[in-house]
T-cell receptor
């Protein structure tokens, strides 16, 4: 069964460094998402992406964050200058979203980001 | 702003019991509701999706119901097993994004 994959599984970085989290969505899916979950807290929406554009973003997704689909398979989340509070599990998700918003979102296993 | 609440926060039952997890949401203008399972330190596994026009959905020992007008959903787990131990999350969908609850941590003891 097709699945969303994410790399790396764990990333440790120093405060102020840039990190890039990578995702490979399911191949025939059109909408891609990033969510994060700070330890012990809710899963929170960051951004959705369709047709090489951001289609929706949350208040969390400020200028420090960016997303890109650099080729036909990868979807990346970049954090330009990491802060301690960026430490979280980051989940990538995708769905077909034929425009009726009725689809299941499929989630990857997550990347645990630790900022020291 | 959509708020999703799950009750109880934690539940401990002996193997074999039937149990109900509750999810409530404040804005009934949703497209669908998904129930997920999350194992410690792991990703989210989709269990069931109920469209806004549906009342319930079943998969094996799991049955989810949706009452959109009252802003409630329940996940019923029949004949619980130790392997069901995990955190269960509900999430409601606006146009694109999912809004998650805080989850119910379930422990099923042998």
């Amino acid at each position: 069964e097709p699945e969303v994959t994410q790399t790396p599984s764990h990333q440790v970085t120093q405060m102020g460094q840039e990190v890039i989290l990578r995702c490979v969505p399911i191949s025939n899916h059109l909408y891609f998402y990033w969510y994060r979950q700070i330890l012990g807290q809710k899963v929170e929406f960051l951004v959705s992406f369709y047709n090489n554009e951001i289609s929706e973003k949350s208040e969390i997704f400020d200028d420090q964050f960016s997303v890109e689909r650099p080729d036909g398979s990868n979807f990346t989340l970049k954090i330009r200058s990491t802060k301690l509070e960026d430490s979280a599990m980051y989940f990538c998700a995708s769905d077909k979203n034929s425009g009726v918003s009725t689809d299941t979102q499929y989630f990857g296993p997550g990347t645990r980001l630790t900022v020291l | 702003k959509q708020e999703v609440t799950q009750i109880p926060a934690a539940l401990s039952v002996p193997e074999g019991e039937n149990l109900v997890l509750n999810c409530s949401f404040t804005d009934s203008a949703i497209y669908n509701l998904q129930w997920f399972r999350q194992d410690p330190g792991k990703g989210l596994t989709s269990l069931l999706l109920i469209q806004s026009s549906q009342r319930e959905q079943t998969s094996g020992r799991l049955n989810a119901s949706l009452d959109k007008s009252s802003g409630r959903s329940t996940l019923y787990i029949a004949a619980s097993q130790p392997g069901d131990s995990a955190t269960y999350l509900c999430a409601v969908r606006g146009f694109q994004k999912l809004v998650f609850g805080t989850g119910t941590r379930l422990l099923v003891s042998p």
